[in-house]
C-alpha cells in the first residue's frame, strides 16, 4: 500500500479577489488611458494608478504569508511543486501576451502596410490612403498632426559607424550582462556563498535600473528629437506597445530581485537546498532577456 505525503492546505483567503480587482483596475485603466492619450481632462490614469497600488498591497501580503508559512515548515515537497508549476504557467502565460505583440508586428509589415500599397492579391493602392507607398518603418501618416522626421531619423540600427551612440545597443549589453551576473549569483547560492550571491545579486539589480534608464533616455529621444510618439502611425504604435511592456517586465522583474536581494541581505533568507523564491524570479529574469533579444532583433534591427 503506497503512502501519501501530507499536503498543507492554507486557510481561506480574500488575497485571490482583492488581487483579481486589482487586475480589472488596471487593465480597464491602462485601456482607458491610451484611448484617453490627449484629452487633459481625462481622469483614466488614476483608474490605473488605483489598480496598480491595490495590485502592489495585495501581493506584499499575499507573498509575505507564503514566506511566513515557508519558514514555519508549513509546505511539503507536493507544495514545493505545485509553486513550481504556477510559475512555469505564469511565464507561460507571458510568453503568449509577448506573441500577440509580436503576431501584430508581423502582421502589419507582412500584410497590411503592403496591402495598402497594392501589394498582392488584396491591394488597396490609392484607395484608402492616397498616394501611399509600402515602407518599413513607414514613412507617413495621412494625419498630418502625426508627422515625424522618419526618413531622416528613426529608432532603427544606424550602421557600424553609429553604434556606440545607439542606445539599444548599449540596452542590450546591459541586460545580457544581467543574465549571466544573476546566473552567478545562483551558483554562488548553491554552493553556499552567500556574500557572493549577495553582490552578484547587487550587480543584477544595479544592472535592471540601469537599463530602466537607458530607455528612459530612449523615449525622451524619440519624442523631443525625433517627433516619434506613440500616435505616430502603425511604426510608433508597435514601438512603444512592445519596447513599453517590455519595459514594464523588466521593472517588475528587477523589483522582484530586489525583493530577493532585501531577503537575503536583511532576514537571511535563502540556502544552497531552499531557494525558490530567487530560483522563480532568475527564471522571469532568463525571460525578460530572451524577450528583449527578440525586441532587438525584429523592432530594431531587420
Known amino acids: 500500500m503506497s503512502s501519501y505525503q501530507q499536503y498543507y492546505v492554507p486557510e481561506q483567503s480574500r488575497f485571490p479577489i482583492f488581487a483579481a480587482i486589482s487586475l480589472f483596475l488596471m487593465v480597464m485603466g491602462a485601456a482607458a488611458t491610451i484611448n484617453a492619450l490627449g484629452d487633459p481632462e481625462s481622469n483614466a490614469v488614476y483608474i490605473l494608478y488605483s489598480g496598480l497600488a491595490v495590485f502592489a498591497v495585495t501581493l506584499f501580503f499575499w507573498f509575505r504569508t507564503v514566506v511566513r508559512e515557508h519558514i514555519a515548515g508549513l509546505d511539503s515537497a507536493q507544495l514545493q511543486q505545485s509553486f513550481v508549476f504556477g510559475m512555469g504557467w505564469f511565464i507561460f502565460s507571458e510568453v503568449m501576451f509577448f506573441a500577440a505583440f509580436f503576431g501584430a508586428l508581423f502582421y502589419v509589415r507582412n500584410f497590411s502596410v503592403p496591402w495598402l500599397g497594392g501589394e498582392g492579391e488584396k491591394g488597396l493602392a490609392n484607395i484608402l490612403w492616397e498616394g501611399f507607398e509600402s515602407a518599413w518603418p513607414v514613412m507617413s501618416t495621412p494625419d498630418a498632426g502625426s508627422a515625424y522626421a ?99 517586465h523588466v521593472m517588475m522583474g528587477g523589483f522582484m530581485l530586489a525583493v530577493m536581494l532585501s531577503r537575503s541581505v536583511f532576514y537571511n533568507h535563502f540556502d544552497p537546498e531552499s531557494h525558490f523564491g530567487f530560483e522563480a524570479a532568475s527564471w522571469y529574469w532568463h525571460f525578460v532577456d530572451v524577450v528583449w533579444v527578440m525586441l532587438f532583433l525584429f523592432v530594431y534591427i531587420l
Open 150 to 248: 522618419l526618413a531622416d531619423k528613426n529608432m532603427s540600427w544606424p550602421g557600424w559607424g553609429h553604434a556606440l551612440e545607439w542606445l539599444p545597443m548599449w540596452n542590450t549589453i546591459v541586460l545580457l550582462s544581467s543574465s549571466v551576473t544573476v546566473h552567478f549569483a545562483h551558483l554562488a547560492l548553491k554552493n553556499g556563498n552567500k556574500k557572493g550571491f549577495n553582490a552578484w545579486l547587487g550587480v543584477t539589480v544595479s544592472l535592471a535600473l540601469i537599463f530602466v534608464g537607458l530607455q528612459a533616455a530612449e523615449y525622451y529621444e524619440a519624442y523631443a528629437h525625433y517627433g516619434l510618439t506613440l500616435n505616430s502611425g502603425i511604426y510608433g504604435s508597435t514601438f512603444f506597445m512592445l519596447t513599453g511592456f517590455h519595459g514594464f
